[in-house]
């Protein structure tokens, strides 16, 4: 059996090469030496406090640094300024129940938009449900995927919304889980030009390592990103940036509070501040560790291979398949140029397809060597790589595409899929 | 079952209706018996007439019994209407009972003062009434104004500060309340305040606000409150602006009064929808003039 080609980072990514090194010496490590001392110094203090033969030995973990410095290397790919701390959880959504608080805290309207991910959305209206205030979604979904709305016309009505709603606070996604590349500092300036925001949170989960950001920009007060994903370190990690130095006190003691009410539960988030401030108060839950080491890799895997705003290849891939598509039996959901991310939807002409499951969907582009997302209704998402796909690359998607779309008269039936 | 109370026997049934009834009736018949018709029509007209007049008398009477039975009533319906609030009940008896026994002492020089200060008594009484509640010289204020911080039906709290000195609200008092403003935060209020401050305060020209003032902004930035500054002088134009308040929700409006030390001189809370709608009006013209903290701080960013 034949590797097939992996275009579904977006629901999760390949672990880069540098991640797969760390997680086997991780593995190897814990195997011979458990928890002892010589563990211990390797997260405390990094693979330059262990002796030459643990080195040599587990050569994955050499660039294991300690906390501080896994830090800084998710700073550097996300444009943030050294001087501004970054958050790590175990779960995701811990962040953004700690980005919900943040955006209640000081204001009566948070504006949001229904591009953004259910469960996040969830969060955000349980907050506004405890605190008796309201959270506005904008419909611009319909416009954006039909009606041809640009970036510009989007931060404008997203401006006069706020006006219109008297919204004081704002979170968007800043790559959506279908592939909408929304210009959220377009956005916060355009509001901001009409009106004050008291807080600005964004969704960066499919942005990360993929489009953005550039947080040096001064535009977001709280960004929310993972691991898994774009990034390549497979386990599941979840990272929250400060954006501005406005609010670093206030996010600071927003977070001290839940930690200490225990309403922020993540063990996590927890241990790896105590592990930076070199403080271990020996009284946290026993934490999964391996996405630090395994992020630090991809990290320095990441790093001067990928730049900010997205490079012309990724749009260059785009452009490609979206073109072979048609004569396949695939139309590309072609937004505005500027909407555009590295993940390209497809959904199909053949009746059949149409009616198809999503899981089903998803094996039988795998069968002909094809991993991507596929929903029900048989619209695919294909995330493509930053590199230029090769002709043979290229040859493989356009067979994968023409053998599942198959004969026009074709019909089956498919099971159900899901996933970000 | 048994009846609730006694079984009422027919009115035919009693006495009063059968004596006289047999005694009228045993006279007509002598009457009838023994003198001729005229005297028969006259003895008739007499019980007649008889009858007639006690009617009309005991109607008299029962109208004046009603009017005192009303005037009872009128006089109850105080503890009857206050029955329904045991709080205020409890209290209206205590006072009744006080006034009962204060009416049992004739001095005369102990009445007079008796009646001066009952007369402040019922005055700061209708206050309250009215929805005004005034803490005089004192700090005791703080212990409503925490309640309303912890009162779940009030979402919001918008305040403004004037700030004429430093160590504002920075005694044990002040502390404390501030440790409240913060734990309403917490729970999920949002609280807004306008600072104003004295111009030295603030110098035209700097940034930010000095001394223990910009650590006392910063510190209620950092927990959550929404903070926003104005100079005194940008105010000269609106002195109706200068004053220390806070609004509490859609319920109540308070007004604090300080001495040049910053100390509580008078602290007046009104409980009153037109008040509230007043106070409002004042600070949103107030917010007109104000710049948030947290824009202060984007200044101070080399390209802010």
């Avoid at chain 2, 501030?178 to 004295?198: F, K, P």
């Amino acid at each position: 059996m034949t590797d097939s080609l992996y275009l579904d980072t977006a629901r999760l990514g390949l672990m880069s090469p540098g991640a797969r090194r760390a997680s086997h010496d991780l593995a190897r490590l814990a195997g011979a030496e458990g928890g002892s001392p010589r563990f211990d110094r390797l997260l405390r203090h990094g693979a330059g406090a262990w002796p030459a033969d643990l080195r040599r030995r587990y050569p994955g973990l050499a660039g294991w640094q300690g906390v501080g410095r896994l830090k800084e290397s998710l700073r550097t790919l996300a444009g943030s300024p050294p001087d501004l701390p970054v958050l790590l959880a175990n779960r995701s959504a811990e962040l953004v129940r700690l980005a919900a608080r943040l955006l209640f805290l000081r204001s009566r309207t948070v504006l949001s938009t229904d591009l953004g991910w259910p469960a996040y959305d969830a969060i955000l209206e349980s907050e506004a449900r405890r605190v008796g205030r309201t959270l506005a979604r904008l419909a611009v979904r319909r416009a954006v995927f039909e009606d041809g709305l640009t970036p510009g016309q989007l931060a404008e009505f997203v401006a006069d919304q706020a006006v219109a709603r008297r919204g004081d606070a704002l979170f968007l996604p800043a790559v959506t889980s279908d592939g909408v590349r929304l210009p959220v500092e377009a956005v916060v300036r355009a509001v901001e030009a009409r009106r004050e925001l008291t807080f600005v949170a964004a969704d960066g989960a499919q942005d990360f390592c993929h489009v953005g950001p550039d947080l040096g920009r001064d535009y977001c007060d709280l960004y929310l990103a993972g691991c898994h994903k774009w990034l390549g370190a497979y386990h599941p990690m979840g990272l929250a940036f400060y954006g501005r130095r406005r609010t670093r006190t206030l996010i600071e003691a927003t977070v001290a509070g839940l930690l200490g009410s225990g309403e922020l539960g993540d063990p996590l988030l927890r241990f790896s501040g105590q592990l930076e401030a070199g403080r271990l108060d020996g009284g946290t839950e026993t934490v999964s560790l391996a996405g630090l080491f395994a992020s630090q890799a991809a990290a320095d895997d990441a790093a001067g291979a990928w730049t900010t705003g997205g490079s012309a290849g990724r749009a260059d891939n785009h452009r490609a398949v979206a073109e072979l598509a048609p004569a396949l039996g695939w139309q590309p959901v072609l937004l505005d140029p500027g909407f555009r991310s590295g993940i390209l939807l497809l959904r199909p002409d053949r009746p059949h397809l149409a009616a198809a499951g999503g899981e089903e969907l998803r094996s039988r582009f795998l069968d002909v060597g094809l991993a991507l997302t596929a929903y029900d209704g048989g619209t695919v998402r294909l995330s493509l790589p930053d590199t230029p796909l090769g002709s043979d690359t290229i040859s493989v998607v356009r067979s994968a595409l023409g053998r599942v779309a198959g004969p026009a008269d074709r019909a089956a039936a498919y099971g159900p899929n899901g996933g970000r | 079952m048994p009846a609730d109370g006694p079984a009422r026997r027919s009115a035919l049934l009693s006495f009063q209706f059968v004596g006289p009834a047999m005694a009228g009736s045993l006279t007509m018949a002598l009457v009838c018996a023994l003198a001729p018709p005229a005297v028969q029509l006259a003895v008739l007209g007499a019980l007649v007439s008889i009858l007639g007049g006690l009617f009309v008398a005991y109607m008299a009477q029962e109208a004046d019994r009603d009017r005192r039975r009303e005037k009872l009533l009128e006089e109850l319906s105080v503890p009857l209407a206050l029955a329904a609030e045991p709080d205020l009940y409890a209290q209206y008896r205590d006072v009744c009972q006080a006034l009962l026994d204060l009416a049992a002492r004739p001095d005369p020089v102990l009445r007079g003062i008796a009646v001066l200060k009952l007369a402040s008594v019922a005055e700061q009484i209708r206050a309250l009434a009215a929805g005004e509640v005034v803490f005089p010289a004192t700090e005791a204020w703080r212990t409503v104004y925490e309640q309303l911080l912890t009162s779940p039906d009030i979402r919001s709290y918008r305040s403004a500060a004037w700030v004429r000195a430093p160590g504002y609200w920075e005694d044990p008092p002040g502390r404390q309340s501030m440790r409240a403003n913060y734990d309403a935060v917490r729970r999920g209020m949002l609280i807004e305040r306008v600072v104003i401050l004295r111009d030295d305060l603030w110098p035209s020209g700097m940034p930010l606000p000095v001394g223990d003032v910009l650590a006392w902004v910063e510190e209620q930035h950092r927990h959550g409150v929404w903070v926003t500054l104005v100079r005194e002088s940008q105010l000269a134009g609106e002195p109706d602006l200068l004053v220390d308040s806070g609004v509490y929700g859609d319920r109540a409006v308070g007004v604090q009064e300080l001495d040049e030390h910053g100390r509580t001189v008078r602290f007046v809370l009104r409980f009153d929808p037109a008040a509230v709608r007043l106070a409002l009006d004042r600070w949103d013209r107030l917010t007109l003039f104000a710049v948030s903290y947290q824009t202060l701080l984007d200044r101070l960013l080399p390209n802010g």
